[in-house]
T-cell receptor, first 114, second 112 residues
Framework: GAGVSQSPSNKVTEKGKDVELRCDPI?????LYWYRQRLGQGLEFLIY????????KSGLPSDRFSAERTGESVSTLTIQRTQQEDSAVYLC????????????FGDGTRLSIL | GENVEQHPSTLSVQEGDSAVIKCTYS??????FPWYKQELGKRPQLIID?????GEKKDQRIAVTLNKTAKHFSLHITETQPEDSAVYFC???????????FGTGTSLTVIP
């Protein structure tokens, strides 16, 4: 497709379960970002991938959060042992090749922890 | 690291009036400044951006100005319309670096 695709669009799960969120960036975009957006709040940086370089994980809030990306394609964000405070919209964005280029966002995954 | 502050957090204007949102940044190495519009329940969308080699950029009713000396940049929306109602985020980034640093957002309401 032409844009950034995220799945699922909505996820409801019980506290303590693991969840996996997927992001399919725009083809050719080497940079990929994950953000968390709590209700009515701004964008909280989580992790950044650039090509085959080591990812910048400085925004991950705890060791329950991890992310992977294979080459310049799909990325998955995994949250283990989910907590209620993990409830948020998780947004993925990609850009052409660096942080100095426009970011294109997906529609996000709305995660609700019961 | 970079710190981006955005004001005001909420803004209400009458339809047809202008709206101005201001952001300040702390790192003089920042050289790319995009603005995003996020409608309720939707993805942030880039509406305009500016690089540090220019002082102003316009696109129809939207303009962005940059003052590198004072380290601030502003979004100007003229002849506002109800469909301009949304949350607007500013951001700053650098050529070398991994992150976009986002402001906390401005909720704009245009009153018909």
């Amino acid at each position: 497709g032409a844009g950034v695709s995220q799945s699922p669009s909505n996820k409801v799960t019980e506290k303590g379960k693991d969840v996996e969120l997927r992001c399919d960036p725009i083809s050719g975009h080497t940079a990929l970002y994950w953000y968390r957006q709590r209700l009515g709040q701004g964008l909280e940086f989580l992790i950044y991938f650039q090509g085959n370089s080591a990812p910048d994980k400085s925004g991950l809030p705890s060791d329950r959060f991890s992310a992977e990306r294979t080459g310049e394609s799909v990325s998955t964000l995994t949250i283990q042992r989910t907590q209620q405070e993990d409830s948020a919209v998780y947004l993925c964005a990609s850009s052409l090749y660096s942080s100095n280029q426009p970011q294109h966002f997906g529609d996000g995954t709305r995660l609700s922890i019961l | 690291g970079e710190n981006v502050e955005q004001h005001p957090s909420t803004l209400s204007v009458q339809e047809g009036d202008s709206a101005v949102i201001k952001c300040t940044y702390s790192d003089s190495a920042s050289n790319y400044f995009p603005w995003y519009k996020q409608e309720l329940g939707k993805r942030p969308q880039l509406i305009i951006d500016i690089r540090s080699n220019v002082g102003e950029k316009k696109d129809q009713r939207i303009a962005v100005t940059l003052n590198k000396t004072a380290k601030h940049f502003s979004l100007h929306i003229t002849e506002t319309q109800p469909e301009d109602s949304a949350v607007y985020f500013c951001a700053a980034s650098q050529t070398t670096g991994n992150q976009f640093y986002f402001g906390t957002g401005t909720s704009l309401t245009v009153i018909p």
